[in-house]
């Protein structure tokens, strides 16, 4: 009898574990795969369009670009943390085709982008990592989706300064924020990130000197 009552216990145990445990987070991770790449793709893009601008004498706008591949490099990070979490091997990165041309057209494709991410792509990645309920997705892919509204906002200032020569009025000083990728030009910068608090003394500076 008493061996009976252990047996039931151990099955409703069982099953109470079995239940407690949730569903694979499919489509998060796949996201998370893509992000990384496409991340780890622009990171690498813009460093080679702020060679190209500082090659033209345009420093203000090499700068930029600086600052943006710095803020994807730490977006790529943060996914790639999330899928490690996740007990997901991470590959790669994969980085996408892309060719430099004039400075004006490298900062069209950088708009392209940026609106790609902010229209389509971390909206629906952040719906599913919701639907999914996997908390460190919503927040890294948050984290980027916030950065990259801004990054579109400063490149398009940018293009349209370059198109009326006046390259010299953009800033000369942007700060990236080490942990969430938050990106601020000199006359915004606050004492702490908005993102995620982090402290403005330990974020990181692209100067043009
Ligand atoms: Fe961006
Ligand atoms: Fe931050």
Known sequence: MKKLIY???????????????????????????????????????YAKYAQKAWQDSLSNIAILFEAASRAEGIHADNHKKVL????????????GAFEVKTTAENLADAIKGESYEVATMYPDF??????????????????????????KAFYEKALAELNAGNQSNLPTRWFVCPVCGNTY????????????KTKKEKFIMFMNF
């Open 7 to 45: 047996s039931i216990i151990f099955i409703a145990v069982l099953a109470g574990m079995t239940s407690c445990t949730a569903p694979d987070p499919v489509k998060t991770k796949e996201d998370l795969k893509a992000a990384f790449n496409g991340e780890s793709t622009a990171s690498a893009k």
């Open 84 to 95: 490690e979490k996740l007990r997901v091997k991470v590959e790669g990165p994969e980085i």
């Open 126 to 151: 952040i719906k599913d990592a919701e639907t999914e309920k996997v908390k460190d997705a919503i927040k890294s892919f948050t984290w980027a989706y916030d950065t990259e509204k801004k990054h």
């Open 185 to 196: 030009d000199l006359a915004s910068v606050k004492n702490a990130c908005d993102f995620c």
